[in-house]
Nanobody, 124 residues
Framework: QVQVVESGGGLVQAGESLRLSCTASGLTFDDYTMGWFRQAPGKEREGVSSISRSGGTTNYADSVKGRFTISRDSAKHCVYLQMNSLEVEDTAMYYC?????????????????WGQGTQVTVSS
């Protein structure tokens, strides 16, 4: 079965960086668009970034544009989220998700397979 596993979360200070990693197995990785989502306590899950199966299209939430970069490595079945200039408002549980197809939606309902999440906490 499909398995999605995130790693790389942690506690950092504002202005610092983190790189999240996500490994997907049990699927043909190159057939899937991958996305990163986050959910803070008391808030709805929001799309952070997505990357098409070819890697040719990426999307970002306005709140992270210019600070976060998504990438993927087909050989390793991995997708990464490089997060720079982190802000306290970035504190959340970050989830990786997969959807079959090439459209890089930022809508959670479009994704079928989810990881358990990795916590990112940014202190001031």
């Amino acid at each position: 079965q499909v398995q999605v596993v995130e790693s790389g979360g942690g506690l950092v200070q504002a202005g610092e960086s983190l790189r999240l990693s996500c490994t997907a197995s049990g699927l043909t990785f190159d057939d899937y668009t991958m996305g990163w989502f986050r959910q803070a306590p008391g808030k709805e899950r929001e799309g952070v970034s997505s990357i098409s199966r070819s890697g040719g299209t990426t999307n970002y939430a306005d709140s992270v544009k210019g600070r976060f970069t998504i990438s993927r490595d087909s050989a390793k079945h991995c997708v990464y989220l490089q997060m720079n200039s982190l802000e306290v408002e970035d504190t959340a549980m970050y989830y990786c998700a997969a959807r079959r197809g090439n459209l890089a939606y930022l809508k959670a309902s479009e994704y079928t397979d989810w990881g358990q999440g990795t916590q990112v906490t940014v202190s001031s």
